[in-house]
């Protein structure tokens, strides 16, 4: 049973550059989270989705957007890339009451903006 | 913005010993939950304890979850190489459905 997949792997982009990270979830999940992770720091969560809308959003600017497809797989899209956006990306799928349960990650998308 | 803060930050211990990290949080909460993370990849869920349990036990793991001071917990009890690792806790809302994660505890296990 397939677990979480991400990518890609890695990704090397331009400050004011555009970026798009997938991420298909675990059998049998339903909702999908996006979380950024800073060098050192925990993750940090970004936004939600369940049947195709975004439920929840964290503190995040709208340059961080997203979206997901009727098979439950999910994008985050960046827009004009800063700096600062370089992080490993990760994300976690669950049922919609995953919080109960806890969640499965991904291995995570390495993101370096230059 | 963090949930708040583990302690310690690192550690350093011997193969065989007991690893124990504390980690506090702020805001309510309806379970704090337990990852691992090895090396910057993913993170491995480990353990989930609920806001009226106490205590969790799962194989060499062992939770505590105090509300009353907003804390918790992690024993890992005989520990091995390979549970060398970074640990974070994370606090999880079924109102808002996201988790909160504390900065993580580096744990160093020596062989």
């Known amino acids: 049973d397939a677990g979480v997949t991400q990518s890609p792997t890695h990704l090397i982009k331009t400050r004011g550059q555009q970026v798009t990270l997938r991420c298909s979830p675990k059998?049998?999940?339903?909702?999908v989270s996006w979380y950024q992770q800073a060098l050192g720091q925990g993750p940090q969560f970004i936004f939600q989705?369940?049947?195709?809308?975004?439920?929840q959003r964290g503190n995040f600017p709208d340059r961080f957007s997203g979206h997901q497809f009727p098979n439950y797989s999910s994008e985050l899209n960046v827009n004009a890339l800063l700096l600062g956006d370089s992080a490993l990306y990760l994300c976690?799928?669950?049922?919609?009451?995953?919080?109960?349960?806890?969640?499965?990650f991904g291995s995570g998308t390495r993101l370096t903006v230059v | 913005s963090q949930q708040g803060e583990e302690d310690p930050q690192a550690l350093s211990i011997q193969e065989g010993e007991n690893a124990t990290m504390n980690c506090s949080y702020k805001?309510?909460?309806?379970?704090l939950q337990w990852y691992r993370q090895n090396s910057g990849r993913g993170l491995v869920h480990l353990i989930l304890i609920r806001s009226n349990e106490r205590e969790k036990h799962s194989g060499r793991l062992r939770v505590t979850l105090d509300t009353s001071k907003k804390s918790s917990s992690l024993l890992i009890t005989a520990s091995r190489a390979a549970d060398t690792a970074s640990y974070f806790c994370?606090?999880?809302?079924?109102?808002?459905?996201?988790?909160?994660f504390g900065q993580g505890t580096t744990l160093q296990v020596k062989p």
């Open positions: 805001t309510s909460i309806n379970n």
């Open positions: 994370a606090g999880g809302s079924s109102n808002t459905g996201k988790l909160i």
């Open positions: 976690a799928s669950s049922t919609f009451q995953g919080v109960r349960d806890g969640y499965t």
């Open positions: 989705y369940y049947e195709e809308e975004e439920r």
């Open positions: 059998s049998g999940h339903d909702t």
